[in-house]
């Protein structure tokens, strides 16, 4: 059982826009940057998000990142196929001093 | 272009310990501007975070495995390593060896391919 509650999946249709929600606590999103991660079958995980809302050189302005007191939200606009996968949010926390990743969201593309 | 490429034993009996290598190529991992670690991912399951390491020494460790974990990087053969103890079935999992953006972000930008372990007798 993770510190960060996820969703565990989310669908929507091609073209379409989906949000991923991270709840979480004081000590950890409520104090420290979120990170999000895409991970498609087979694959390693890819990191989408940093600092809560900045995208990596080469992460498309489809996916954006929001944080809002001890929650945190990923975005995605424009829905693809390839979109599909799961989708973990990831921050430190203080009082398990420890690095921290959410139980994961599945995102289907009808 | 990092690259990260970890190799471990793909077998490993209960108690033993569990090695892992990772081999870092085209980046040095005495970059001061990031951290290197170790995630793993028990089949079907989430991310868990094993520990991370700088060029200094510093390390951070998951506290739940804490006492059976040691983390070392060999700067002349850009390589980090991986030792856990008393490994048991739960130890089970694919493990990633990742660069971590230091400066308190606690972002992983970069993962290897990531090698499987199996704990059985």
């Known amino acids: 059982q993770s510190v960060l509650t996820q969703p565990p999946s989310v669908s929507a249709a091609p073209g379409q826009r989906v949000t991923i929600s991270c709840s979480g606590s004081?000590?950890?999103?409520?104090?420290?940057?979120v990170s999000w991660y895409q991970q498609v079958p087979e694959t390693a995980p890819k990191l989408l998000i940093l600092?809560?809302?900045k995208r990596p050189s080469g992460i498309p302005d489809r996916f954006s990142g929001s944080k809002s007191g001890t929650s945190a939200t990923l975005a995605i606009t424009g829905l693809q196929t390839g979109d599909e996968g799961t989708y973990y949010c990831?921050?430190?926390?203080?009082?398990?001093?420890?690095?921290?990743f959410g139980g994961g969201t599945h995102v289907t593309v009808l | 272009q990092v690259q990260l490429q970890e190799s471990g034993p793909g077998l490993v009996k209960p108690s033993e310990t569990l090695s892992f290598t990772c081999s870092v190529s085209?980046?040095?991992?005495?970059?001061?501007?990031?951290?290197w670690g170790w995630i793993r991912q028990p089949p079907g399951k989430g991310l868990e975070w094993i520990g991370s390491?700088?060029?200094?020494?510093?390390?951070w460790y998951n506290p739940s495995l804490k006492s059976r974990l040691t983390l070392s990087l060999d700067s002349p053969k850009n390589q980090l390593s991986l030792n856990l103890k008393y490994v048991t079935a739960a130890d089970t999992a694919l493990y990633f060896c990742?660069?971590?953006?230091?400066?308190?972000?606690?972002?992983?930008?970069?993962w290897g391919q990531g090698a499987l372990v199996s704990v059985s007798s």
């Open positions: 085209y980046f040095s991992v005495q970059d001061n501007n990031y951290w």
């Open positions: 990831e921050t430190w926390d203080s009082s398990l001093v420890a690095a921290v």
């Open positions: 990742v660069r971590q953006i230091a400066a308190s972000t606690w972002a992983f930008d970069s």
């Open positions: 004081s000590f950890n999103i409520g104090n420290h940057y």
């Open positions: 600092k809560d809302d």
């Open positions: 390491i700088y060029h200094s020494g510093s390390t």
